[in-house]
């Protein structure tokens, strides 16, 4: 991905180069030209086309937002109910992602959403414990996890 | 025997941007400096016999899925089409047409129908060679 991004900037100073103008416009329209070149060469690369990456961590960034506003929402039902009808308690969450990273965002974006919150991770870096306010529903909000985060991470990062 | 040609092969696919570019460059040049439709297309067909040569015939088949001929189909279109568009304003067949636009990014520029016949010649070109230069590889 990396090298995708370079080759996209070193061609945009060669069209800079062709057209003698060395200016930012003429570096932005090379490097437009330069992205639709390498689609169109996306084939020959052993990596994907890095523009779905950047989309998937855009996807991601928009996932993130509307789950903390969800989230949010969802707790300040739970504060304003007279009666306090929770059932709080610690889950396992086994996870497919693998490098410190991936792991670290899926925690933080666990702790920032619907009433879950990231207590420990395994020594072997498999598990994740989460500590939900409302425990009724555990394989439901792990599936929501799975298809959700878990998904759009393995997005960003495959 | 089969050398490894993995030298050759990523020096040219790092060489097919340049080329590819330049040939880009020559295409919009066309107008003012030297260059054109013709040379552009010549380049970047120039461009595909590297990979060609780099690789084999079924790898750039795959990695470029285009059919040639159609791409001919679709360049002479192109010229028809702008030529016969003429036709819809009253004038001549072939009168082409330009005015200065204020574009995002480009600024001032002159868009002129003649860049879309030149594309037209540029699919052509691109086509013709390419049907050439495959059929002469395919055949044993």
Do not use: C
């Amino acid at each position: 991905m990396a090298f995708q991004i370079l080759l996209n900037f070193f061609l945009a100073f060669l069209w800079m180069f062709l057209q003698v103008s060395f200016t930012s416009t003429t570096f932005f329209v090379g490097y437009l030209i330069g992205l639709i070149v390498i689609y169109g060469m996306r084939r020959f690369f052993s990596t994907r086309f890095y523009m779905h990456r950047v989309y998937a961590v855009i996807y991601l960034t928009m996932l993130f937002f509307k789950e903390l506003i969800m989230a949010n929402i969802d707790v300040l039902k739970v504060v304003l109910q007279p009666k306090l009808a929770i059932k709080p308690g610690i889950f396992a969450l086994e996870t497919e992602l693998e490098s410190d990273w991936e792991i670290t965002l899926l925690a933080n974006l666990i702790t920032l959403t619907p009433g879950t919150l990231v207590v420990d991770v395994s020594d072997d870096n498999k598990t994740l414990y989460i500590h939900a306010i409302d425990i009724a529903d555990v394989q439901d909000s792990i599936e929501s996890i799975k298809n959700t985060f878990e998904k759009a991470i393995m997005e960003v990062s495959r | 025997m089969r050398t490894n040609d993995v030298i050759l092969q990523t020096v040219s696919k790092i060489v097919f941007f340049i080329i590819i570019l330049f040939s880009i460059h020559l295409f919009f040049a066309g107008h003012y400096n030297p260059g054109g439709g013709f040379i552009g297309g010549l380049l970047t067909s120039g461009a595909i016999v590297l990979l060609l040569l780099a690789y084999d015939i079924k790898t750039v088949a795959k990695g470029f899925p285009i059919n040639y001929i159609t791409l001919i189909g679709i360049g002479l279109l192109f010229a028809v089409g702008t030529s016969a568009g003429a036709l819809l304003f009253n004038v001549p067949f072939l009168t082409h047409a330009y005015d200065y636009f204020y574009l995002p990014l480009l600024g001032k520029t002159s868009l002129h129908t003649a860049v879309l016949f030149d594309t037209g010649v540029y699919l052509v070109v691109i086509g013709v060679t390419m049907t050439i230069i495959q059929t002469i590889g395919e055949s044993e």
